[in-house]
């Protein structure tokens, strides 16, 4: 099959050497050899795309399969430890444990936290689409369980604050070490004369809660919107898009689409 012109950024398997090579000459491609620094990145992707497929045609069903597709993936985790050490036995290295398994959450010193709808590993587009997870309800879980909250919005009104204020101040409480539970920070302007003072004292009267307001509205006209969620257990969010601390924006009306979540491991 021809390859159409136009940038590309794709590991050579075999059969995309053998398409490449076909339908193309030495003047009309450019290939670079991969570098050592950035090897690991593409050579674990190009694995995982390799083993997903593999392991989807399994023919096996429901739980056999499962089982199946664990029993894979532990004995490949065998076999490249092995091809490091030969001497490595089983027992050494982390396999996967049956049944497979999801640590969702631990919760020694609270209530079992509700995770957001859009789970903590995957990227999610918010659309304010009908059966599309709410950004309110997003926003609320994610509080419920973070260590720590950056938010960067270029106007803050009191009808988007009281949206959130129970849980703002459920998490922020002084807890029995003296300390809020979670650490609050806020960064937003007053060029567009939307950010209201209310909503802000509302804020500030929070424990821990520092509030920083950008007062240039010359040069820098501060305009982002996101929203950092910090969790010592690692996986932390980031919401970047077009939704300020408004009640219209909170509740999926202007400034929703296009909303960006994404999740990292830290």
């Known amino acids: 099959m021809a390859l159409p012109d136009g940038l590309y950024d794709q590991l050579l398997t075999e059969e995309l050497w053998q398409s490449l090579f076909a339908t193309t000459n030495a003047d009309?491609?450019?290939?670079?050899?991969?570098?050592?620094?950035?090897?690991?990145?593409?050579?674990?992707?190009?694995?995982?795309?390799?083993?997903?497929?593999?392991?989807?045609?399994?023919?096996?069903?429901?739980?056999?399969?499962?089982?199946?597709?664990?029993?894979?993936?532990?004995?490949?985790?065998?076999?490249?430890?092995?091809?490091?050490?030969?001497?490595?036995?089983?027992?050494?290295?982390?396999?996967?444990?049956?049944?497979?398994?999801?640590?969702?959450?631990?919760?020694?010193?609270?209530?079992?936290?509700v995770a957001p709808e859009t789970g903590l590993s995957l990227p999610w587009l918010f659309t304010a689409g009908k059966g599309s997870p709410s950004l309110l309800t997003e926003l609320r879980r994610e509080l419920a369980a973070c260590d720590q909250v950056d938010i960067l919005v270029s106007f803050i009104t009191h009808s988007g604050v009281r949206k959130l204020l129970d849980i703002l101040q459920t998490v922020t409480a002084i807890g029995a070490d003296g300390l809020p539970r979670t650490r609050l920070r806020v960064l937003t302007t007053t060029y567009t004369g939307a950010t209201e003072i209310v909503a802000l004292?509302?804020?500030?009267?929070?424990?821990?809660?520092?509030?920083?307001?950008?007062?240039?509205?010359?040069?820098?006209?501060?305009?982002?919107?996101?929203?950092?969620?910090?969790?010592?257990?690692?996986?932390?969010?980031?919401y970047v898009g077009s939704a300020n601390l408004s009640g219209a924006a909170l509740m999926g009306g202007a400034g929703v689409d296009g909303e960006i979540h994404r999740t990292w491991p830290e």
């Open 28 to 113: 009309t491609r450019l290939l670079n050899l991969l570098r050592e620094d950035e090897a690991p990145s593409y050579l674990a992707d190009a694995l995982v795309a390799q083993l997903k497929a593999i392991l989807e045609d399994l023919r096996e069903d429901g739980k056999e399969k499962l089982l199946s597709q664990l029993d894979l993936v532990n004995s490949l985790l065998v076999n490249l430890r092995q091809r490091l050490n030969p001497q490595t036995s089983a027992a050494e290295v982390d396999m996967l444990v049956k049944p497979p398994q999801v640590l969702r959450a631990i919760y020694r010193q609270s209530a079992y936290p």
């Open 201 to 238: 004292d509302e804020l500030a009267r929070l424990p821990g809660c520092e509030i920083r307001i950008s007062l240039d509205g010359r040069r820098t006209r501060l305009h982002a919107k996101a929203w950092l969620f910090r969790r010592r257990t690692g996986f932390g969010s980031a």
